[in-house]
């Protein structure tokens, strides 16, 4: 069991929009920075939203991240074939770093 | 531009204990101004954070795991280490070592490495 929860899966059609959930608490979300981390398959993680909704150099500004209280949030605009990836959140937690469980996004 | 290698066995028999280094290549490690951390994905699950160290050997771990773990850091090799005890099938997983720039922002990662726990 994740600390933070996220939706197992997610699906959309190319061009739509999607969001993705992250689930946490006040020692966590709630009081500290969420990162979202796209993995497509077969590799490692790549950060993909820094310090809850900043975008690294080079990621696409259809991804956007935000937060409300303890719960966080990814978007993805513009759905393309090559988002087709599994995403996690992260947060630090009272000395140490949490993921949520992730979320497989299909495109369909 | 940093590089991450994984390095170890990638069998581990039960009870035994689980060693894997990474070495770093583009930065550097006795510059302190990143933590070097190890994470773990079992196959088709999620990632769990095992723990990160510090150049000073300064370290943070994940409370479920932090009475096995123990993570190290040799800045003449440019390399950082995690030593994981009595090891199960459990422990069997894909293990990956990342430059951490602050809390949970993990900047680089390595390939990762697979380890198998099994008699």
């Known amino acids: 069991q994740s600390v933070l929860a996220q939706p197992p899966s997610a699906s959309g059609t190319p061009g739509q929009r999607v969001t993705i959930s992250c689930s946490g608490s006040?020692?966590?979300?709630?009081?500290?920075?969420v990162y979202w981390y796209q993995q497509l398959p077969g590799t490692a993680p790549k950060l993909l939203i820094s310090?809850?909704?900043q975008r690294p150099s080079g990621v696409p500004d259809r991804f956007s991240g935000s937060k409300s209280g303890t719960s966080a949030s990814l978007a993805i605009s513009g759905l393309r074939s090559e988002d087709e990836a599994d995403y996690y959140c992260a947060a630090w937690d009272d000395s140490h770093v949490v993921f949520g469980g992730g979320t497989k996004l299909t495109v369909l | 531009q940093v590089q991450l290698q994984e390095s170890g066995p990638g069998l581990v028999k039960p009870s035994q204990t689980l060693s894997l280094t990474c070495t770093v290549s583009?930065?550097?490690?006795?510059?302190?101004?990143?933590?070097w951390s190890w994470i773990r994905q079992p196959a088709g699950k999620g990632l769990e954070w095992i723990g990160r160290?510090?150049?000073?050997?300064?370290?943070n771990y994940n409370p479920s795991l932090k009475s096995r773990v123990t993570i190290s850091v040799d800045t003449s090799k440019n390399q950082f280490s995690l030593k994981l005890r009595s090891v199960t099938a459990a422990d069997t997983a894909v293990y990956y070592c990342a430059r951490e720039k602050s809390a949970a922002m993990l900047l680089s990662w390595g390939q990762g490495t697979l380890v198998t726990v099994s008699s």
């Open positions: 006040s020692s966590n979300v709630g009081t500290n920075y």
């Open positions: 160290v510090y150049s000073s050997g300064s370290t």
């Open positions: 310090k809850t909704d």
């Open positions: 583009g930065d550097s490690i006795s510059s302190g101004s990143h933590y």
